[in-house]
T-cell receptor, first 110, second 116 residues
Framework: QKEVEQNSGPLSVPEGAIASLNCTYS??????FFWYRQYSGKSPELIMS??SNGDKEDGRFTAQLNKASQYVSLLIRDSQPSDSATYLC??????????WGAGTKLIIKP | ETGVTQSPTHLIKTRGQQVTLRCSSQ?????VSWYQQALGQGPQFIFQ???????GRGNFPPRFSGLQFPNYSSELNVNALELDDSALYLC???????????????FGPGTRLTVL
């Protein structure tokens, strides 16, 4: 059973600090990795995609991928109250399916 | 806004009934994936349609079926509804190449189904 694991949280971070979200996956052949943000009652919204080992930065967001350790993370710098949401990690397997973690609930405290 | 639309927004059905949910994909996208998301869980893959054919299926029974039309819009049909089918149903569109490999998926707003 291919799996994606995330800490369910909630993760509480002061406004202006760095929020660090982590995800591990079991399928070694996975090549594509995605972070989505989901507000309560809404659908997931793509934040970042990453395909190669290392860091990928987009504004306040940085995705980090380590395929040897089967680990992907998302850093949010200068956290804002509007960043409060559930963050979903998704991994694409060899059969084109996206396999999803259960999400980490992030709370940014003003 | 992703350009992916779903209808209806909310739906209430009773156990044993049948339901049809609809999705219009983003312009230029040829692939539609359907997901079920229970409260507090990540999305669960139901199936994917590429060029009007099913191109992968998750661990869902045959009473979950679908269609994709020539304009790449799609329907999800669920027969013999059960209480556990109550969930947010998400449609995601993407662009697949000739190998069928798809990249980033963009989600519609979802349909909230309640089964009583």
């Amino acid at each position: 059973q291919k799996e994606v694991e995330q800490n369910s949280g909630p993760l509480s971070v002061p406004e202006g600090a760095i929020a660090s979200l982590n995800c591990t996956y079991s399928d070694r052949v996975s090549q594509s990795f995605f972070w989505y943000r989901q507000y309560s009652g809404k659908s997931p919204e793509l934040i970042m995609s990453i395909y190669s080992n290392g860091d990928k930065e987009d504004g306040r967001f940085t995705a980090q991928l380590n395929k040897a350790s089967q680990y992907v993370s998302l850093l949010i710098r200068d956290s804002q109250p509007s960043d409060s949401a559930t963050y979903l990690c998704a991994v694409k397997g060899s059969n084109y399916q996206l396999i999803w973690g259960a999400g980490t609930k992030l709370i940014i405290k003003p | 806004e992703t350009g992916v639309t779903q209808s209806p927004t909310h739906l209430i059905k009773t156990r044993g009934q049948q339901v049809t949910l609809r999705c219009s994909s983003q312009s230029g996208h040829n692939t539609v994936s359907w997901y079920q998301q229970a409260l507090g869980q990540g999305p669960q893959f139901i199936f994917q349609y590429y060029r009007e054919e099913e191109n992968g299926r998750g661990n869902f029974p045959p009473r979950f079926s679908g269609l994709q039309f020539p304009n790449y819009s799609s329907e999800l049909n669920v027969n013999a509804l059960e209480l556990d089918d109550s969930a947010l149903y998400l449609c995601a569109s993407s662009l697949a190449g000739t190998s069928g490999w798809t990249d980033t998926q963009y989600f519609g707003p979802g349909t909230r189904l309640t089964v009583l």
